[in-house]
């Protein structure tokens, strides 16, 4: 792991939150045996950005997403290295040269309290609500929710790197 970081939205951002104690938190709420603590999102960094760009790039992703959804945010960057995966007998390495990140959206949203602690959603956040709800909200429907994050990481990236190095979602 080269930078690790906990993301809380900005309407809490009084509250101190330590790793541990926020997942067994969710854990303690979330009750059934195929509860989902949260939502993973793995990016890649495009290549040319240096390691103070990267950390700049993901943190910046995931304070709107934070924002957006009222959510923690754990982010972890990892240094390049091989994923060996066998496909029909086959060896394929996954994420060889690109440095790359791991962000997890909590899956409750987190209320800051008066004393600067925390208390977290009763119910699960925007994943589960209605399409009505999202909207209401400012949110996209279900599918375009995904088209919106992945465009947003694409245009964030792209204002750091060079006009001939550019991405897509």
């Known amino acids: 792991v080269a930078h ?21 938190d969710i854990e303690l709420i979330e009750k059934s045996a195929k509860a989902q603590l949260g939502v993973e999102i793995d990016v890649m960094f495009p290549r040319g950005l240096s390691a103070d760009q990267r950390i700049e790039l993901v943190e910046s992703y995931s304070q709107e997403l934070a924002d957006r959804y009222n959510i923690l945010v754990d982010v972890n960057i990892h240094k390049p290295h091989t994923h060996i995966q066998k496909k029909d007998g086959e060896v394929l390495e996954i994420t060889k ?34 399409t009505s709800e999202r909207l209401s909200k400012g949110l996209n429907g279900r599918g375009d929710e995904l088209k919106y994050q992945r465009k947003l990481w694409a245009d964030k990236a792209n204002d750091m790197l060079p006009d001939d190095l550019k991405i897509t979602e």
């Open 4 to 24: 690790s970081v906990l993301i809380v939205p900005k309407i809490a951002d009084k509250i101190t939150v330590e790793r541990e104690q926020f997942w067994n």
């Open 97 to 130: 040269d690109n440095h790359h990140a791991h962000i997890l959206l909590s899956s409750r949203e987190i209320i800051q309290n008066p004393d600067n602690s925390y208390s977290l959603s009763k119910r699960k956040n925007w994943g589960l609500w209605s």
